[in-house]
T-cell receptor, first 113, second 119 residues
């Protein structure tokens, strides 16, 4: 119940295309859903995050779509660029602010030039 | 934005020696810091939660005597890998949760990571 399932494991997208990464969770106590971007040899960097009270959040080319009833959320990268090539992790955190963040297994995204 | 630093960024040591990794929140206070371990092409594995002024909380399967954590101030946590062995070689990443005047926020900011290689 603590798991966050992320798919696909890897993704190849043409430059200018839309990259879509999906995540699903079981624990209804989760109420904070961040996405992290990690480049090789670097620590993860917070990309965008959403709470269950909204169904969509957009920041530049990055959009999170959230479906509370289905317990699913996804990251959409519009106009994907080679510089977006990285590993993306979805995550979820419960309402108890002292509790830990649960990470998905990650998606390795490669944008073809 | 909030910045977390780690030192050193990489370290090579001989088997049997101890290695200390520092994690600092540069522009915010963090009562809670987290230590992760990441193997190549895998997700982050939480090792322990570091609480300022108290003992760390270790995840199941993580040896507390092997991985010593000290959170001496609101901006510094250290991880010491004691008697390191080649199987301890990994990428160690810390994160800190921004804590403003007792109001918890959800955002965890990650450090750049420390690559440990034990020969």
């Amino acid at each position: 119940q603590q798991q966050v399932k992320q798919s696909p494991q890897s993704l190849i997208v043409q430059k200018g295309g839309i990259s879509i990464i999906n995540c699903a969770y079981e624990n209804t106590a989760f109420d904070y859903f961040p996405w992290y971007q990690q480049f090789p040899g670097k620590g993860p960097a917070l990309l965008i995050a959403i709470r269950p009270d909204v169904s969509e959040k957009k920041e530049g080319r990055f959009t999170i779509s959230f479906n509370k009833s289905a317990k699913q959320f996804s990251l959409h990268i519009m106009d994907s660029q080679p510089g977006d090539s990285a590993t993306y992790f979805c995550a979820a955190s419960p309402w108890n602010r002292d509790d830990k963040i649960i990470f998905g297994k990650g998606t390795r995204l490669h944008i073809l030039p | 934005g909030a910045v977390v630093s780690q030192h050193p960024s990489w370290v090579i040591c001989k088997s049997g020696t101890s290695v200390k990794i520092e994690c600092r929140s540069l522009d915010f206070q963090a009562t809670t810091m987290f230590w992760y371990r990441q193997f190549p092409k895998q997700s982050l594995m939480l090792m322990a939660t570091s609480n300022e002024g108290s003992k760390a909380t270790y995840e199941q399967g993580v040896e507390k005597d092997k991985f010593l954590i000290n959170h001496a101030s609101l901006t510094l946590s250290t991880l010491t890998v004691t008697s390191a062995h080649p199987e301890d070689s990994s990428f160690y990443i810390c994160s800190a949760r921004d804590n403003l005047q007792g109001l918890h926020t959800d955002t965890q900011y990650f450090g750049p990571g420390t690559r440990l290689t034990v020969l």
